[in-house]
């Protein structure tokens, strides 16, 4: 199996890109193709490192942050994140991994890869540890507005994802509004509603903010503009949650006494308000695997992204959507 | 003084907002009237509890949560909330609290009292404890479909709130999006910064989620469903970290000592989680004080509500505001 890496994806790439790919190489046995300036990346390729599985895939352009997505993957035909899913197209790498500007990684793999028969808009999916288990939330920033029929198709894609590599069975599907009742909500989701209570998937109704810790469903469908505030919400909350509770603790002797025998209870604690725990958030309704990291990736979160891309591999995920996303769509 | 509080709202009344307006009484010397059914409200007057400041007003109807704001409010014309604001509009009461349907409360404000002139959308802000001080987010639920020009009045109402009564001098204010470009962003987002860009208001661009813990900006605007949707998340994610923490920490023999000594600071810790402490939500844009209370609330967040409105009618925050919305109108 071979990962392509886009090497210069991230705040703080190639550092981070190249270390993860490294780490992963190492730890789990698998090829990865790191995609982008072989000059950078060769620099941070350590030479008391292990890179037997790593190779590098040379190119010179690359897409930033700031750049508008659709424009800069269209005008720069030999970016890294183009490369890296032409790669997948040609049979050489089988997913992506970036930590890149994630509009450009969608409009790459859309753009590449096509979009799988049925859906009108790919989006992408984070999975956030709910109290009773895994809570994957769809849309995440691909689509900022979008219409009812779009936000079904999440659910669709949600569903045929949550089946198929998180092994839930009939998994309950959630519109996101501010309040339970059908009657609340902006237009949007009033309209929403009514197509998934037409549609044989399992859902439940409207859900709340709170829901995506609960876990008393485990799909939470919202646009892309609703679902990043939520994601980034709530990550600089953990962050902030984190700094709060050392703080708090180290202002008094009695909190220095709890915190030096708590430290691996509250390390533990911690790592699980991290975002890169799980790695890394699936694109969802294309023709292959992309997964998108954070911007601010450690190497650690970079491993951890392509282990889920070995694992969405190995799981035959897009063969297993494809046929999804035919009976639902 | 007397503060109005509808004894009716909310899902644990009238037990908590009894409760809650007799420590308020007791605590702030405050003069109560409690508007509600009488005699469920006297069986919650425990003859122990110190009530000389606290009278009640009698009335028969009351709005259900799940009763659409609007009709509910123009139908009953003698529920506890409308009948609340009718005494402040008759000068017998200076300010309501309730935590019943935020809603009804709102659209019970705008029809008894009416909008301040210049105001198109009075709107419902939520203070969050940031760790560079506070930061006023608006609108948290009052107004789900907004236009540019709802959006740019929410940040001159908070800009007047902001400066009125906490203290804030010139405060930042941020849009918020799904990133800091300008270019990012839906529809919305992208014509209100404009309308921001050419006012004299401290506009410093668009802010994400995550700005709401850290302070960088002390007034986040947004429309009421993105707010709502922010708003129960971060009780939600509060909430859970809490009980994550508690488990985390039992699980392991350290983790109890831990525990043991840590309890002070961990509960320091946990309260600033909680919404209880800063006790509600000021309705801005309406010609009076209002404040909406979570549905769940104890007595303490009740009282904590009381408190605010007493700190809104002594720093004459109606009468601040109208001339802060004059001037940036």
Redesign the interface.
């Known amino acids: 199996m071979n990962i392509a890496v886009d090497a210069m994806g991230g705040d703080y790439a190639p550092h981070m890109a190249v270390r993860g790919a490294v780490q992963a190489a190492a730890e789990l046995g698998v090829d990865i193709t790191l995609v982008g300036e072989s000059v950078a990346i060769e620099k941070e390729l350590h030479p008391r490192l292990s890179t037997d599985r790593v190779t590098i895939h040379h190119c010179e352009e690359s897409i930033r942050m700031?750049d508008?997505p659709l424009q800069a993957v269209r005008k720069k035909k030999r970016a890294s994140i183009r490369v890296a899913f032409n790669l997948v197209k040609e049979g050489t790498a089988d997913a992506v991994v970036s930590a890149g500007n994630s509009g450009a990684t969608l409009a790459s793999g859309v753009l590449v890869l096509g979009r799988m028969q049925g859906v009108d808009r790919p989006a992408i999916a984070s999975v956030f540890p709910g109290?009773k288990g895994y809570v994957v939330l769809i849309d995440v920033?691909a689509n900022?507005?979008c219409r009812p029929s779009h936000l079904f198709q999440f659910g669709v894609l949600a569903h045929a994802f949550a089946t198929s590599c998180l092994g839930m069975e009939n998994p309950a599907i959630g519109l996101?509004?501010?309040g339970e009742?059908g009657?609340k909500?902006?237009?949007l989701?009033r309209q929403t509603r009514q197509l998934y209570e037409e549609s044989p998937l399992n859902f439940t109704g409207n859900v709340?903010?709170?829901?995506?810790?609960?876990g008393n469903v485990q799909i939470i469908v919202?646009d892309?503009?609703?679902g990043?505030?939520?994601?980034?919400?709530?990550?600089?909350?953990?962050?902030?949650?984190t700094?709060?509770?050392k703080t708090?603790?180290k202002?008094?002797l009695?909190?220095r006494?709890?915190?030096?025998?708590?430290?691996?209870?509250?390390d533990?604690?911690t790592r699980?308000?991290n975002y890169e725990e799980y790695g890394g958030a699936p694109l969802l309704g294309i023709n292959g695997i992309g997964i998108v990291c954070h911007g601010q990736s450690s190497s650690n979160a970079i491993r951890n992204a392509v282990r889920l891309a070995v694992d969405f591999v190995n799981s035959r995920l897009i063969e297993k959507m494809r046929e999804q996303c035919r009976q639902h769509g």
């Open positions: 700031d508008s109290e920033g900022v507005d996101l509004s501010i009742e009657s909500g902006n237009e989701v709340e903010g709170r829901d995506i810790f609960t919202c892309g503009f609703v990043n505030v939520a994601l980034k919400l709530s990550e600089g909350m953990g962050e902030a949650v700094r709060s509770l708090e603790l202002s008094s009695f909190g006494v709890a915190l030096l025998f708590g430290r691996r209870s509250l533990s604690f699980k308000l």
